[in-house]
């Protein structure tokens, strides 16, 4: 990206076109659609998809002689189609002669410059832009200025709407079940829109389009002719007007979407109706839409001076128009592959904890609306814990719209094409990411209220799982969570046993102890007649508590060979061939598929997909988890973070592009140079499409945020506990300045300015009360309109 505000693509290249509708796509946190061409139609090549936050659909496939209930974010219905022609000639379709498409990341608008030759050889430029408006989620749009290079005569244009689109966008899903769209209605009306709804399938979800087709020359309307198309399920106006050669034509289409599920409206459809007759023409609503944008970046600043720095403006970019303002009150969490495609099935899972973290700095707003999200879900997760026999809330790996559990109990291996028991269920921590997300939250904010009336509840009930998952061992005098997986997802059994899972998950349980720990001191944080308002809700009693302390202190942790054993009895596993596998499979990230196919099975050697001990140094200092395991009664030393990630380093494939963001993270403090290649591996993860065709499915949220979270805070050392921002910046040779601004506890000024010699932190706001800071553990005030030099 030479323009670190644009990203271009010239010429068209049928085998990217999937990477870069999904790079180009366009949204608003209400809604994101894919940079497909308006022509275009699901091919092959093409895949024209727009997801709106929360809108999934259930539906019962038959799988390998089996009946499986799966539930998907619903590919809605396509606003975009719209194509043109010379009177009686042939519709354009694509590909265009020439063609660059160019977004502007800074505006939040998509460019399209091409020529087009029809069969005859009558050439017609054009220019498209498109915007899903910040200003007005509910309303996208797309301008069309037609150019006739060597022909007069009549031009004929058609503008659609489309509700007959299937979710057919990842290949291993097909045969599953994919038509959620049932048609309700379609028209082209006198008021001149077109309109369409929709319901789905197997949900009471309803969505409705308005479309409004204006065409002007210079901001003068044209005489038009208007004919309605419909069918069932599609509808269309085919406009008819003259054409001089070398005269721009201008088609305006404005889009008007609205669900069941809004809120502050009636019915569906006459909102859509009402909103699209009265929106203002397309450069208004550009304008109105990039002030937001600019208030965005604003709110957003990080200047840094690498080669690079377009792809961190494009990750910021993709995580504001997933989650936004506009998905507060829409009851939606952070699906992990954003709203850009259906990998994953739209769902989500503990990518918050990547994404959470950058935005508790900047909006901490959305935080809290992904929170509620999840305390919406509790029951959900209180039942899910008593169908396997537990107390508190065990909360799904995999969630959708009610918060049960959606992970896929079989999955396909395409590279034998045998489908597998998925035990991915088991991965039991994504609770204690939650807690974690409430405590951080908390810490960031200060937000007291929103502990006492939902945080402490989630935690307090989290906590209670991890209590109740943990059995006594005599043997070792210690507490055990058994049938478990790790982050690493690879190992989901032993080898040697018949049942699925691993016992004593070492990052599973020094989280539990953590979330124990939390939820004791949460206890004492609330006010008092909250406290005995909760205690007595929960049936919390002293009994209770003392366990939770007990067990906090005293679950059993593994160590072989000076290092901390991902899971008790890891060191029974064999050791991996990797030259030789190296040598047959130049790309490994995928190992446990090669392996099954192959006959073999990952389970039995010492292989890791991603990070998975080595996340406890992404969420914690290394003295926060040096403290953690002496807690617990464990030795740890200062070189117990060295041994064990070289020890993990040599054994990952870095499967998932979450693994490159916490490995940047972990050898920030041992190998400054090696945590720049994997910063930078996370920073261009779906720019490159590194994992060779997943990203053409949708982005990966979490990683795009990761990597922007490790210029905002592991560089910088920023790290918030104790009422304090605490700083200790370990700044790589490759980035020689890093300046940003951060919202801490109320405070909408705190700004860091860092080199290799110095840093500085700045309050420029008019507020009274100064912000606590610790550098390198040292405490200082800084009060609003100062400014605090330290030197490194």
Same mark, same amino acid.
């Given at each position: 990206m030479?323009?670190?505000?644009?990203?271009?693509?010239? %010429?068209?290249?049928?085998?990217? !076109?999937?990477? #870069? !509708?999904? +790079?180009? $796509?366009? %949204?608003?946190?209400? +809604?994101?659609?894919?940079?497909?061409?308006?022509?275009?139609? $699901? @091919? %092959?090549? *093409?895949?024209?998809?727009?997801?709106?936050?929360g809108c999934y659909d259930r539906a019962t496939s038959a799988v390998d002689g089996h009946l499986v209930d799966n539930e998907d974010l619903v590919n809605c219905p396509n606003w975009l189609p719209l194509t043109f022609r010379p009177e009686g000639g042939e519709w354009f379709a694509g590909p265009p002669v020439r063609q660059r498409?160019?977004?502007?990341?800074?505006?939040?608008?998509?460019?399209?410059?091409?020529?087009? $030759? @029809?069969?005859q050889g009558l050439r017609t430029r054009m220019v498209q832009r498109r915007v899903a408006s910040q200003a007005q989620p509910h309303l996208v749009a797309l301008e069309t200025t037609l150019v006739p290079e060597n022909w007069s005569g009549r031009l004929e244009v058609r503008s659609a709407l489309d509700g007959t689109v299937t979710n057919t966008g990842v290949a291993r899903y097909l045969g599953l079940a994919d038509r959620h769209l049932v048609p309700v209605s379609q028209g082209s009306g006198d008021d001149g829109l077109l309109r369409l709804e929709v319901t789905a $399938? %197997? &949900?009471?979800?309803?969505?409705?389009?308005a479309a409004r087709t204006r065409v002007h020359h210079a901001?003068?309307?044209?005489?038009?002719? #208007?004919?309605g198309e419909v069918e069932d399920g599609w509808a269309a106006q085919l406009l008819t007007l003259d054409a001089l050669m070398g005269r721009p034509v201008t088609v305006e289409k404005t889009v008007a979407v609205y669900t069941s599920r809004d809120p502050a409206i009636g019915a569906p459809l006459r909102a859509a109706r009402l909103l699209a007759a009265q929106a203002p023409g397309f450069d208004r609503l550009l304008a109105e839409h990039a002030l937001r944008w600019a208030e965005l970046w604003r709110r957003c600043r990080i200047e840094a001076d690498f080669d690079g720095i377009g792809s961190l403006h494009l990750n910021l970019f993709h995580l504001l128009q997933t989650y936004s303002e506009h998905s507060v009150d829409l009851d939606v969490g952070v699906p992990a592959r954003g709203l850009h495609g259906e990998a994953y099935r739209g769902h989500v899972f503990w990518d918050e904890l990547f994404v959470l973290r950058l935005l508790n700095l900047r909006f901490p707003e959305l935080t809290r609306a992904v929170l509620r999200y999840r305390h919406r879900r509790l029951d959900a997760a209180r039942q899910a814990a008593r169908q396997v026999g537990l107390r508190g809330a065990m909360y799904p790996w995999q969630s959708a719209s009610d918060g049960r559990e959606e992970s896929q109990r079989l999955h396909l291996n395409p590279l034998s094409g045998h489908w597998l028991p998925? *035990? &991915?269920h088991l991965q039991r921590h994504v609770g204690s990411a939650v807690a974690y997300n409430v405590w951080q939250y908390y810490q960031a904010t200060g937000d007291l209220d929103f502990l006492a009336t939902a945080g402490a509840e989630m935690l307090l009930e989290i906590a209670r799982f991890w209590s109740s998952s943990a059995t006594y061992d005599p043997g070792r005098g210690r507490y055990s969570i058994r049938g478990v997986l790790g982050p690493d997802e690879y190992h989901d059994a032993y080898p040697w046993a018949e049942r699925p899972g691993v016992d004593d998950n070492a990052y599973t349980n020094v989280l539990a102890s953590w979330v124990l720990a939390r939820a004791l001191d949460t206890v004492e944080a609330l006010p008092g007649y909250r406290r005995e308002e909760l205690l007595e809700r929960l049936a919390l009693g002293p009994q209770e508590l003392d366990r939770w302390q007990e067990v906090s202190r005293r679950l *059993?942790?593994?160590?072989?060979?000076?290092?901390? &054993?991902q899971f008790d009895g890891y060191e029974r596993l064999a050791e991996f061939d990797w030259a030789a596998y190296r040598q047959r499979h130049p790309d490994l990230r995928r190992l446990d598929r090669i392996l099954e196919a192959e006959g073999d099975s990952v389970n039995r050697y010492k292989a890791s997909k991603q990070a998975d001990v080595l996340m406890l140094w992404y969420l914690f200092s290394a003295r926060e988890v040096r403290d953690l395991l002496r807690r617990l009664g464990y030795p740890a030393g200062h070189e117990l973070l060295r041994r064990t990630t070289g020890y993990y380093l040599r054994r990952t494939v870095h499967g998932s592009t979450l693994s490159s963001v916490v490995h940047a993270w972990v050898l920030t403090r041992s190998d400054r140079r090696a945590s720049w290649r994997h910063f930078r591996d996370a920073l261009t993860a779906d720019l490159r499409d590194v994992q060779g065709g997943t990203t053409c499915e949708g982005v990966h949220l979490g990683a795009m945020a990761g990597a922007v979270d490790l210029l905002q805070r592991c560089y910088t050392g920023l790290e918030i506990r104790e009422d304090a921002l605490w700083l200790d910046p370990h700044l790589p040779s490759a980035l020689g300045h890093l300046e940003l601004d951060l919202r801490y506890r109320g405070h909408w000024g705190v700004e860091l300015a860092l080199d290799h010699r110095q840093i500085t932190v700045s309050l420029r706001e008019s507020r009274q009360e100064p912000v606590q800071v610790r550098f390198r553990g040292s405490p200082v005030a800084i009060r609003p309109g100062e400014s605090h030099r330290f030197t490194l």
């Amino acid at each position: 990206m030479p323009d670190p505000w644009t990203l271009r693509y010239e %010429g068209f290249d049928p085998v990217q !076109e999937g990477l #870069r !509708e999904v +790079l180009c $796509a366009v %949204g608003n946190g209400y +809604l994101v659609t894919r940079g497909a061409a308006p022509e275009s139609r $699901a @091919d %092959g090549v *093409h895949y024209p998809g727009t997801y709106l936050a929360g809108c999934y659909d259930r539906a019962t496939s038959a799988v390998d002689g089996h009946l499986v209930d799966n539930e998907d974010l619903v590919n809605c219905p396509n606003w975009l189609p719209l194509t043109f022609r010379p009177e009686g000639g042939e519709w354009f379709a694509g590909p265009p002669v020439r063609q660059r498409l160019e977004l502007d990341l800074r505006r939040g608008v998509l460019t399209r410059h091409a020529l087009v $030759a @029809d069969p005859q050889g009558l050439r017609t430029r054009m220019v498209q832009r498109r915007v899903a408006s910040q200003a007005q989620p509910h309303l996208v749009a797309l301008e069309t200025t037609l150019v006739p290079e060597n022909w007069s005569g009549r031009l004929e244009v058609r503008s659609a709407l489309d509700g007959t689109v299937t979710n057919t966008g990842v290949a291993r899903y097909l045969g599953l079940a994919d038509r959620h769209l049932v048609p309700v209605s379609q028209g082209s009306g006198d008021d001149g829109l077109l309109r369409l709804e929709v319901t789905a $399938a %197997g &949900s009471p979800l309803h969505i409705a389009l308005a479309a409004r087709t204006r065409v002007h020359h210079a901001n003068t309307p044209l005489p038009v002719d #208007r004919i309605g198309e419909v069918e069932d399920g599609w509808a269309a106006q085919l406009l008819t007007l003259d054409a001089l050669m070398g005269r721009p034509v201008t088609v305006e289409k404005t889009v008007a979407v609205y669900t069941s599920r809004d809120p502050a409206i009636g019915a569906p459809l006459r909102a859509a109706r009402l909103l699209a007759a009265q929106a203002p023409g397309f450069d208004r609503l550009l304008a109105e839409h990039a002030l937001r944008w600019a208030e965005l970046w604003r709110r957003c600043r990080i200047e840094a001076d690498f080669d690079g720095i377009g792809s961190l403006h494009l990750n910021l970019f993709h995580l504001l128009q997933t989650y936004s303002e506009h998905s507060v009150d829409l009851d939606v969490g952070v699906p992990a592959r954003g709203l850009h495609g259906e990998a994953y099935r739209g769902h989500v899972f503990w990518d918050e904890l990547f994404v959470l973290r950058l935005l508790n700095l900047r909006f901490p707003e959305l935080t809290r609306a992904v929170l509620r999200y999840r305390h919406r879900r509790l029951d959900a997760a209180r039942q899910a814990a008593r169908q396997v026999g537990l107390r508190g809330a065990m909360y799904p790996w995999q969630s959708a719209s009610d918060g049960r559990e959606e992970s896929q109990r079989l999955h396909l291996n395409p590279l034998s094409g045998h489908w597998l028991p998925d *035990h &991915s269920h088991l991965q039991r921590h994504v609770g204690s990411a939650v807690a974690y997300n409430v405590w951080q939250y908390y810490q960031a904010t200060g937000d007291l209220d929103f502990l006492a009336t939902a945080g402490a509840e989630m935690l307090l009930e989290i906590a209670r799982f991890w209590s109740s998952s943990a059995t006594y061992d005599p043997g070792r005098g210690r507490y055990s969570i058994r049938g478990v997986l790790g982050p690493d997802e690879y190992h989901d059994a032993y080898p040697w046993a018949e049942r699925p899972g691993v016992d004593d998950n070492a990052y599973t349980n020094v989280l539990a102890s953590w979330v124990l720990a939390r939820a004791l001191d949460t206890v004492e944080a609330l006010p008092g007649y909250r406290r005995e308002e909760l205690l007595e809700r929960l049936a919390l009693g002293p009994q209770e508590l003392d366990r939770w302390q007990e067990v906090s202190r005293r679950l *059993h942790i593994p160590f072989h060979d000076g290092v901390l &054993s991902q899971f008790d009895g890891y060191e029974r596993l064999a050791e991996f061939d990797w030259a030789a596998y190296r040598q047959r499979h130049p790309d490994l990230r995928r190992l446990d598929r090669i392996l099954e196919a192959e006959g073999d099975s990952v389970n039995r050697y010492k292989a890791s997909k991603q990070a998975d001990v080595l996340m406890l140094w992404y969420l914690f200092s290394a003295r926060e988890v040096r403290d953690l395991l002496r807690r617990l009664g464990y030795p740890a030393g200062h070189e117990l973070l060295r041994r064990t990630t070289g020890y993990y380093l040599r054994r990952t494939v870095h499967g998932s592009t979450l693994s490159s963001v916490v490995h940047a993270w972990v050898l920030t403090r041992s190998d400054r140079r090696a945590s720049w290649r994997h910063f930078r591996d996370a920073l261009t993860a779906d720019l490159r499409d590194v994992q060779g065709g997943t990203t053409c499915e949708g982005v990966h949220l979490g990683a795009m945020a990761g990597a922007v979270d490790l210029l905002q805070r592991c560089y910088t050392g920023l790290e918030i506990r104790e009422d304090a921002l605490w700083l200790d910046p370990h700044l790589p040779s490759a980035l020689g300045h890093l300046e940003l601004d951060l919202r801490y506890r109320g405070h909408w000024g705190v700004e860091l300015a860092l080199d290799h010699r110095q840093i500085t932190v700045s309050l420029r706001e008019s507020r009274q009360e100064p912000v606590q800071v610790r550098f390198r553990g040292s405490p200082v005030a800084i009060r609003p309109g100062e400014s605090h030099r330290f030197t490194l």
